[in-house]
């Protein structure tokens, strides 16, 4: 349990940076995480799961605040928006559904940063941006634990949990990232 416990501020850094330098496998992060604290101390799934909604929560923000001083050239420039994503679009279906387009870009590989450009360049106020995104960060940590308690139920060492845990949702992203550019989004 003390391990998990001490590896927790390395988890947030990792999940904060990662959800500001989109390279860095965050997700992968708290499943690992997840796996161990399920073979140490089950209970200790729960700080993992807050513990990244919280790094994810403040990598967010930050994004966010650079989105809103840098605009979407800046994004472009650094490379967090694709080629070809349309803006227009998608700040129309955040006036229509913000906390639910919230919640899936959190889940979806790629998604994530062309919403917090939009959020940010349409000028979607700082305390309705906050409060709309707690839970999707919440949500986004939740999952991706829950794929590190599932490998921790299955496999009796923790570093076979730890590995199924990674390889799963590494592949998972992988196949969601092919989807999406077989649909042309």
Request: aromatic share 10%; hydrophobic share 55%; with cysteine.
């Amino acid at each position: 349990m003390t391990d998990v416990l001490y590896g927790l501020p390395w988890l947030f850094v990792v999940v904060a940076f990662g959800a500001v330098v989109p390279v860095v496998p965050t997700g992968a992060a708290v499943s690992a995480a997840a796996a161990l604290a399920f073979h140490g101390h089950p209970l200790t799934t729960v700080v993992v799961v807050l513990t990244g909604a919280v790094g994810a929560y403040v990598g967010d923000a930050v994004t966010y605040l650079v989105c809103r001083w840098g605009g979407e050239q800046f994004a472009r420039r650094v490379r967090w928006l694709r080629t070809g994503h349309r803006l227009d679009d998608l700040a129309d279906r955040l006036r229509e559904r913000e906390i639910p387009v919230l919640l899936v870009s959190r889940l979806l590989p790629g998604g994530r940063i062309p919403v917090l450009l939009t959020i940010a360049v349409t000028g979607v106020d700082w305390r309705r941006f906050a409060l709309a995104n707690a839970p999707a960060c919440l949500l986004w940590s939740a999952v991706y634990a829950g794929i590190g308690i599932f490998g921790g139920a299955i496999f009796p060492e923790p570093w076979q949990s730890v590995l199924v845990a990674v390889v799963v949702v590494l592949l998972a992203t992988q196949l969601i990232s092919f989807v999406q550019a077989r649909r042309g989004h």
